[in-house]
């Protein structure tokens, strides 16, 4: 039998609750709601955070190395050769694989991973009208670069980008879609392929076309029932470039924008998917496609006074997690955790792809086929050498040990906004024992302090 067709779409910080039929009641996901109702929906899956601010750079070598956060090569920018890549198991099998989208992973990774692709965007963010995006190389070299005054209006300072062509005026949201079409079009339905679509949106600038920007009224956007004006201290993130897209504290009119802006981003997205999902169904290969939908990491957009993903709050550590068509389950809703890490070899599992030994992560295939199973009951979180977290199906432990020593220990059951700190309390102190105990194992299993990040905050924490 033929082996079943991948289509893989990811996304750029989309939180894990911005779809409609996960329980957000106020943004229109249509396309992304039928994956759900005809698929398998992981409620609580999870990055670990990042060795990075620009976490989504080793959110991403995780998901494409099937590894763990501090079994990566440096911070994400490469994927080493001895690590075998998502489209390097499955060229191994037979399947033709196609990259559109971002790649934050290095040009050798990208060569190694795919036979196909086009629209290629080696980079972490962009004016979403005007991509510098890169054909298909054939040779991998992915050598051509032009320069590029990036602060025009303040100095005269160039950088070599790889760009092969721009945008020029259309969303790179329609530009990936359009990749992803062309390739299905001239797909052979014999031969089975894996396509990997990654959009640069939701991520800022939040500018997309003017009938998604109308869609959502910013006055009639709830605000976050954990908005706050600002975080209660500064743990050492709030440099950071998202961090600094508001003042603080924090206008409530603008946090209202912003998720007005952030969810007509997410609905563009949404209708983008559909278009690819019709051209493959009007190909005649839906049947026979594995589709995958998630996300790279999530987003705070005004929960906690915040804006990043810089932090171990689970708005910015759950993202959505789907997997819909042939082998899987109609219609699960499953809050059993799960890390991004995980989809490498259920993917594998799902296509009887043999999982390379350097994969890491666990296949979620029998949590699906039973619900009951679990493949993990407790999740390890690290952001450079500031924060360490740990957390199970009811209590979180957050420990900061950089600019501030600080403890923070949520029930996740009582408080799922994690508003309440039941640090201190004598009631709880049992439950911090415990969850410090959980840490130190996860530092060296995860071999967390003989990274120079884990070494400088294990040195600060103790």
């Known amino acids: ?43 609580h899956a999870h990055i670990p955070c990042g060795t990075s601010p620009a976490v989504c750079m080793p959110s991403r070598a995780m998901l494409h190395a099937g590894r763990t956060l501090f079994h990566l090569e440096g911070l994400g920018q490469q994927i080493p ?24 992973n290095g040009p050798a990774a990208y060569a190694r991973s ?48 790889h760009c092969e062509y721009y945008s020029m005026g259309e969303h790179s949201t329609d530009v990936i879609a359009g990749a992803a079409l062309n390739f299905i079009e001239k797909a052979e339905p014999a031969e089975p392929f894996l396509m990997y679509v ?26 976050p029932a954990n908005f706050l004006e600002e975080h209660p201290f500064d743990f050492g993130a709030s440099h950071i470039r998202d961090e600094v897209l ?39 290969m ?20 915040l804006m990043g993903k810089q932090n171990h709050y689970e708005h910015s550590v759950r993202v959505p997690m789907i997997f819909s068509g ?21 993917l594998c599992d799902l296509a009887g792809v043999e999982k390379p030994a350097s994969v890491e992560g666990h296949s979620l295939l029998p949590v699906m086929n039973d619900p009951q199973k679990t493949v993990r009951n407790t999740l390890y979180f690290a952001y450079v050498d500031l924060i360490r977290s740990v957390k199970d199906e009811r209590f979180k432990l957050i420990e900061y040990a950089g600019r501030v020593r600080e403890t923070q220990l949520f029930d ?19 439950v911090v024992r415990q969850k410090r105990t959980e840490l130190k194992k996860y530092r060296d299993e995860w071999d967390d302090e003989l990274h120079p990040l884990g070494k400088s905050y294990w040195s600060n924490y103790e």
């Open 1 to 43: 039998m033929k082996k079943p067709n991948i289509l893989f779409f990811f996304t750029d910080d989309q939180r894990f609750d911005t779809i409609h039929a996960l329980g957000n009641s106020e943004i229109s996901t249509p396309n992304m709601d039928k994956l759900v109702e005809n698929g398998t929906a992981f409620t």
């Open 81 to 104: 050769k001895e690590h075998t890549t998502l489209g390097e198991a499955f060229q191994g099998a037979g399947y033709r694989t196609f990259g559109a989208g971002k790649w934050h």
């Open 114 to 161: 795919f036979t196909d692709g086009d629209a290629i965007f080696f980079g972490g963010m962009w004016d979403h009208w005007n991509v510098p995006f890169c054909h298909y190389d054939p040779s991998g070299k992915y050598d051509k670069r032009i320069l590029f005054t990036e602060n025009f209006s303040y100095n005269n300072a160039t950088k070599q980008i």
């Open 198 to 223: 990654s959009f640069l949106a939701p991520h800022d600038p939040r500018s997309m076309p003017r009938k998604f920007k109308e869609m959502y009224d910013p006055e009639k956007v709830s605000l």
């Open 246 to 284: 508001l003042p603080t504290p924090r206008p409530e009119a603008e946090i209202r924008k912003h998720i007005a802006e952030y969810y007509g981003m997410i609905s563009h997205v949404d209708d983008a998917i559909g278009r690819v999902i019709a051209g493959l169904n009007a190909k005649g």
């Open 286 to 305: 839906l049947d026979d496609t594995i589709i995958v939908l998630a996300g790279d990491n999530g987003l705070a957009v005004g929960q906690h006074g």
């Open 326 to 346: 042939p082998g899987v389950p109609k219609g699960l809703k499953l809050d059993q955790y799960a890390y991004l890490l995980d989809i490498y070899p259920t």
């Open 412 to 430: 996740l059951h009582n408080d799922p906004l994690e508003t309440v700190n039941l640090y201190g309390n004598p009631e709880y102190d049992e």
